[in-house]
């Protein structure tokens, strides 16, 4: 067995500080520029050869095999997994997780580590398989999906990492009594909670994955990764790589499994609700993420759900430059991110603006035509909105047309075969909750008038703690105004990115410095970036005894 | 506004030191030596003043009252409290969690300390308190119910305090773009999670709430503190504290409050199921902390209920030292602790001692007599059993007695007026679970007779997975079989003591050193004393905005 451990030390070491910092950091470079000349082609030549076979995990034999995956911009993957019963699943996470639960935490931190590594020299290919189900472009499928995926499995790693390392490992207790002593020597055991099952999307397999699966991983649980039917591919590619890894240490490689399924035929229901489940992580809709909350009893149950994201337009000193960014935010990955924003209250009466007063219908035609110009480029249009994961997307944008007056119309993109939607802007009136109170993921977005900035933010905030919400933002050049708000916006738990303009936008979470979402609205019960979200996938048990003289 | 935190700075410090380090540490002397001439006394009439009086928390007005508490040593205690509706209690603490939800995490911290010592400065009148409504011993009511309960209160603030201190105020986020940079500023807030309900037990009303009253505090949640009809004092006397403190540094009183109940209109569960209520901590039944784990939603609850504690004897190199030391265990407060043994498994054949081999019966009848002995001076056995605190507990002990061959018979003490009750002691066979496999709250205990060491261990173990368990112990002379036994427990979530002899009992649970409550069995749904009981009470939203040139 390697020291893994010891390998990766200097990396942890940095990650552990820096999500105590919280300022910049990243382990893993974005520039596809800084990997290896030919990484990249070798990337797509590695993916072009998993196409149209069937998918080889190690060891599946000659059963039942299932994987529809399409890729957003057209074609069949034509992969197929092998399928494995929720019995099969859980005996095997079973047996495996006895020496997992045994291993020391530096073992199994040394093996999650080395997981990282190698997804990282395979991001080219991960980048691929996420572009290919996810409908994401690909620079950002390669961010997004390697690079940035990693780093928060890393903080995953870290966050989790110092939790046990607060855990002494065995210690003399001695109370004094008058003249003697009482001496005890006490070792703490880190026991896990049980088998984890991780639910995976379809629009961010990673990213969204990772933390609970490297969290799961280092806390010593078994862990079953359940894909979303759609994007299978780019957590099949992880678990390979984390079984030859665990294989390679020695240990049982079902410590990390794939539940691979499908529509027809859906496996997470059965799985979380095995009594051999004790977590369960979950990324998704709020029917499914409240179903597993009302259902799962005496489980730890993470989930991040749905929610209405705002922006509040009270004034700005920089109008050109707010539209430029708004228009980003509503274009980037066609909106179907679960921090891009939907909802921009804009009063009525227009807003004062370093262009002198614009109006509410010029506010909003600004961000409509800010939209266009980014759009102008079809190469840069495609670069920024990539494909449409779900057809039920476009039946979305279709259906929210008649919600309001359109500002900015949806349109396909001339890319062949591709699915794709530019955003659609609808103005409507601050009464018309039934449009702009009810999530509508994809391209669809609400200019919305109200009485003023104070009852856009009761509302956005007011909005927030009732529907959830994971980004809010906020325009003003009042700084008293700006004042007031934090606290609301606080209480309603939502991040707020106040006069955001230039390259950084609402819907970008960084890894080491954000707490993706807070937990504290119903956009989703915990925070994926902090302790509280590691601290429970563990246990301790002491053994003491009387100390020899 | 005083600078407490400041003041308190130093034992602040050592605490989240020992918290870490978990070797012995106290902050408040458990012996009665150690504090002010005169403070006994005064601590006694201070008690005697209260009895037959309405209790004055402050601000009460002529509402309706409620109160029946009846020492176990036999008067009345006469003590009547204002009662409040739970819609009042809730608006209260809405109202005053306000600001308190605002105020700095160094304020906060700073509050509870304060408290803490206050509370021990009142030590005394509160162990009055606690002898004269749960029936400990003079003794005992004063360390577990004054110091120990502080140290517990004050490892919750050290395990917070650590947790929102590793979330940095205000950062500097900047990212390198080529030759330029993004620049964010960043302020992260530590929000609460709402309401704070505590609901304390009969039998350790301070022990058991301070760690969930003081967490929920400094985290910055309102508290409700719901005590048990017959233990109100002594969380009376506590909230009174907390509040004059508070009054005292110009927060709202409210923040902390007290819900007086009684056992004919139970607030519980209505101040439990209201949306307010964010956070409910409870210690007692597995019925009602299963119902509080079956009905909430939404909400963090964290409980310790019931459980079957076991003991196997396989061996002894010194079997007198084994005997008296379980007969201390189980005599200890009449055994109405969450810790106290009940169901020891020596295997059919007898066991290998110093004194030879003893068989099955000698075994029991070993512990049988050592807990005579223990008992045969009457001073000695009231400071050792004090009171039975439920007259059910009586009930419980008759009906006991036809479970199985009575090794020991339980008796009243002579003690004029007292409710007690030594420990009643069964051997039962192995097949009899109907009788040792169900907790038995109180002063009953059985030996069974297993096949041998390892069937014991397993009976042992899997007790604990099924039933629960907060404490275990093993007697053994074998290390090989100690090894083999440690993975077992701890898979079961149990805390293990081997061959505990001399004066270190398994019912004592240290702070800043135990994992009180492992929260992996049925026992408890939470550990009392780690980074996860704390790290979810408090949610982080952040505020970020360029940074200015």
């Known amino acids: 067995m390697d020291d893994l451990f010891q390998a990766h030390a200097a990396l942890l070491e940095k990650a552990v500080a820096a999500s105590r910092e919280r300022g910049f950091w990243a382990a893993f470079p974005e520039n596809p520029k800084a990997y290896p000349e030919g990484a990249a082609s070798a990337g797509k030549a590695a993916f072009a050869a998993l196409k149209g076979q069937p998918f080889d995990l190690g060891g599946e034999g000659e059963g039942a095999r299932v994987g529809a995956e399409v890729s957003p911009f057209g074609p069949a993957l034509g992969i197929t997994y092998a399928a494995r019963s929720v019995d099969a699943l859980v005996a095997n996470a079973e047996r495996a997780g006895v020496a997992w639960a045994q291993a020391s935490v530096e073992q199994r931190v040394g093996v999650a580590l080395e997981i990282l590594a190698r997804l990282n020299a395979e991001s080219f290919l991960i980048a691929e398989a996420v572009e290919h189900t996810t409908g994401q472009a690909g620079p950002m499928a390669f961010q997004a999906g390697g690079p940035h995926a990693q780093d928060r499995g890393l903080e995953a790693v870290a966050y989790a990492y110092a939790e046990m390392a607060r855990v002494p490992g065995a210690v003399r207790w001695e109370k004094p009594m008058g003249r003697s002593s009482i001496r005890l020597d006490k070792d703490f055991h880190v026991v896990p909670r049980g088998i984890g099952l991780v639910i995976g999307c379809a629009t961010f397999p990673t990213w969204n994955s990772y933390p609970a699966l490297f969290a799961d991983l280092v806390t010593g649980n078994a862990v079953i990764v359940k894909p979303h039917p759609a994007a299978i591919l780019p957590l099949a590619l992880t678990v390979k790589i984390g079984r030859a890894v665990l294989a390679g240490q020695g240990f049982d490689p079902d410590v990390l499994q794939l539940a691979p399924d499908t529509v027809e035929a859906p496996l997470a229901k059965d799985l979380a609700t095995h009594p051999a489940i004790g977590l369960v992580d979950f990324t998704g809709s709020s029917a499914f993420g409240g179903w597993l909350r009302e259902t799962l009893r005496d489980k730890l149950v993470f989930t991040e759900e749905a929610g209405v994201n705002t922006i509040v337009i009270a004034s700005t000193g920089a109008f050109a430059a707010m539209c430029a960014n708004i228009a980003f935010s509503l274009s980037l990955y066609s909106g179907q991110m679960c921090t891009a924003p939907q909802t921009i ?205």
Request: overall charge neutral; charged content about 20%.
């Open 345 to 549: 209250f804009v009063p009525a009466a227009g807003i004062a603006t370093d262009e002198g007063h614009k109006s509410f219908d010029e506010v909003a035609s600004g961000i409509g035509a800010a939209i266009d110009t980014l759009l102008s480029d079809p190469a840069r249009a495609a670069a920024v909105l990539g494909a449409i994961q779900n057809p039920a997307t476009l039946t979305r944008i279709a259906e929210a047309r008649g919600l309001g007056r359109i500002v900015r119309d949806s349109a396909a993109l001339q890319v062949e075969g591709a699915r794709t939607a530019t955003p659609l802007l609808l103005a409507v009136e601050a009464q018309d909750e039934a449009a702009w109170l009810e999530e509508r993921f994809g391209p669809i977005a609400f200019v919305v008038a109200v009485r003023d900035a104070r009852d856009g933010i009761a509302r956005a905030t007011r909005a927030a703690r009732q529907k959830g919400a994971i980004t809010a933002a906020l325009y003003s050049t009042d700084e008293a105004e700006i004042a007031t708000a934090i606290p609301a916006y606080a209480k309603a738990g939502v991040a707020l990115s106040v006069n955001l303009t230039g390259g950084i936008y609402v819907n970008q979470s960084a890894a080491f410095s954000d707490y993706h979402v807070s937990g504290a609205n119903p956009a989703g019960n915990a925070c994926m970036t902090d302790a509280a979200f590691v601290a429970s996938r563990f246990r301790v048990v002491c053994v003491r005894r009387p100390a020899a003289a």
